[in-house]
T-cell receptor, first 113, second 116 residues
Framework: GEDVEQSLFLSVREGDSSVINCTYT??????LYWYKQEPGAGLQLLTY?????DMKQDQRLTVLLNKKDKHLSLRIADTQTGDSAIYFC?????????????FGQGTTLQVKP | GAGVSQSPSNKVTEKGKDVELRCDPI?????LYWYRQSLGQGLEFLIY????????KSGLPSDRFSAERTGGSVSTLTIQRTQQEDSAVYLC??????????????FGDGTRLSIL
C-alpha cells in the first residue's frame, strides 16, 4: 500500500538552513504537501508541489522533488526559533479520487538559539 | 469564520460513553475530511465527504464510529461506547473540491479526546 516515511528529529542552530526529507511509495502521486504543526494546534499548510515539477520556491522555503527516487525535501533558509514545530510530508493518494492524504510520521524540528 | 472550526477543543469522558465531535468547514468548501492523530498510529484518514454523501469511509476503525454531514456544511463524528484506544486528536479538514488534488486541505485545530 501507500507509505510515506520521514526522519523523526532534526536539530539546527538559528540562522542555519534546515533540510527535512521524505520518501513515498505511490508512483501515481500527483501532489505532495508539507504541513507544519505547532503544539496544541492543527496542521498549517506550508507549500505543495505537483509531480511534474522538480522544484518550488516560496520565500524561505524550497521544495525539491526527485520523482525517480520518490524523494521529497523541504529546505528552510535562515531557520528561526519560531520554525520549531513538527513538519509533515503528505501525498494525495493516487489510488483514489477522493484527495485523501497519506501522511508521514512527522519530523520534529528543534531550533537552538 | 475564516477557517475550519472544531468543537469542543477538549473532551474528557468515561469509557463506554458516546461522544460527538463537530466540524464547521470553510464556507463554500464541498469536500470535508476527518483524520485521527494518535501517538502510536500518527495521522490516519477516517472519512471523506463530498457534499452530504460519504463516498469513502474506508478509514473508520470500527462500527462504533459514524459521521454525517448536513446541508453540505457542518459535520459530526460520533463515537459510540468509547474505548481507551479512541483517545486521540480528531482533526477535520476541508477543501473546495476533494477530487481535484491540486486543492489543498485546510485543517482545524482539532478536538483532543481523552477516554478515562
Amino acid at each position: 500500500g501507500e507509505d510515506v516515511e520521514q526522519s523523526l528529529f532534526l536539530s539546527v542552530r538559528e540562522g542555519d538552513s534546515s533540510v527535512i526529507n521524505c520518501t513515498y511509495t505511490d508512483s501515481s502521486s500527483t501532489y505532495l504537501y508539507w504541513y507544519k504543526q505547532e503544539p496544541g494546534a492543527g496542521l498549517q499548510l506550508l507549500t505543495y508541489i505537483f509531480s511534474n515539477m522538480d522544484m518550488k520556491q516560496d520565500q524561505r522555503l524550497t521544495v525539491l522533488l526527485n520523482k525517480k527516487d520518490k524523494h521529497l525535501s523541504l529546505r528552510i533558509a535562515d531557520t528561526q526559533t519560531g520554525d520549531s514545530a513538527i513538519y509533515f510530508c503528505a501525498e494525495s493518494s493516487g489510488s483514489s479520487n477522493t484527495g485523501k492524504l497519506i501522511f508521514g510520521q512527522g519530523t520534529t524540528l528543534q531550533v537552538k538559539p | 469564520g475564516a477557517g475550519v472550526s472544531q468543537s469542543p477543543s477538549n473532551k474528557v469522558t468515561e469509557k463506554g460513553k458516546d461522544v460527538e465531535l463537530r466540524c464547521d468547514p470553510i464556507s463554500g468548501h464541498t469536500a470535508l475530511y476527518w483524520y485521527r492523530q494518535s501517538l502510536g498510529q500518527g495521522l490516519e484518514f477516517l472519512i471523506y465527504f463530498q457534499g452530504n454523501s460519504a463516498p469513502d469511509k474506508s478509514g473508520l476503525p470500527s462500527d462504533r464510529f459514524s459521521a454525517e454531514r448536513t446541508g453540505g456544511s457542518v459535520s459530526t463524528l460520533t463515537i459510540q461506547r468509547t474505548q481507551q484506544e479512541d483517545s486521540a486528536v480528531y482533526l477535520c479538514a476541508s477543501s473546495p473540491q476533494g477530487n481535484l488534488r491540486n486543492q489543498p486541505q485546510h485543517f482545524g485545530d482539532g478536538t483532543r479526546l481523552s477516554i478515562l
